[in-house]
């Protein structure tokens, strides 16, 4: 099968502009940063020239959280390496959900959110992911709900977590 190539032919200097490793003791924490939490960027223009993505780590202290924010039209993956993270999000953090280690976390453009350390005496450790290089973080002055609601990933594989399978027969026991 012969590839027929419509783009100007370009030389590029693959050894230079080519795959890029970043020794993760070798993380860059001159970025914006939030007490009770240590952000490191891995991958961004500055480091390696990326265009369309920013990807670093955050460790959040026990017990720490964000103020409510929004990263505007960004979207973010956050992935929990160690710890537990629970996240509140909606127009008064009336949602809550909670993630362990090995889990993701995907917050869409514009959602209000609040990453919280969900332990009192244990460090989140995350790899997050932001798909532009922009540091967009726009504060939001909102009263958050006192009970926020439960929210739970449920689908033809997952169950609801208060359902138990009686013969064939599922009960919501919330």
Known sequence: MTQINSEPQQVTDWKHDGVRVV??????????????????????????GAQKLWAGTVTIHPNAKTGAHHHGALESVIYIVKGKARMRWGDQLQFTAEASAGDFIYVPPYVPHQEINASTDEALECVLVR???????????????EVPE???????????????????????LS
């Open 23 to 48: 020794p993760g003791n070798q993380l860059d924490t001159n970025t914006a940063q939030t007490p009770g939490m240590n952000r490191a960027a891995a991958i961004n223009l500055a480091r390696v």
């Open 131 to 145: 798909s532009d290089n922009e540091a967009v973080v726009v504060n939001l002055d909102i009263p958050p709900v």
């Open 150 to 172: 439960n929210v739970y990933w449920v689908d033809p594989t997952h169950q609801h977590p208060h359902t138990h399978d009686h013969g064939g027969e599922q009960k919501d």
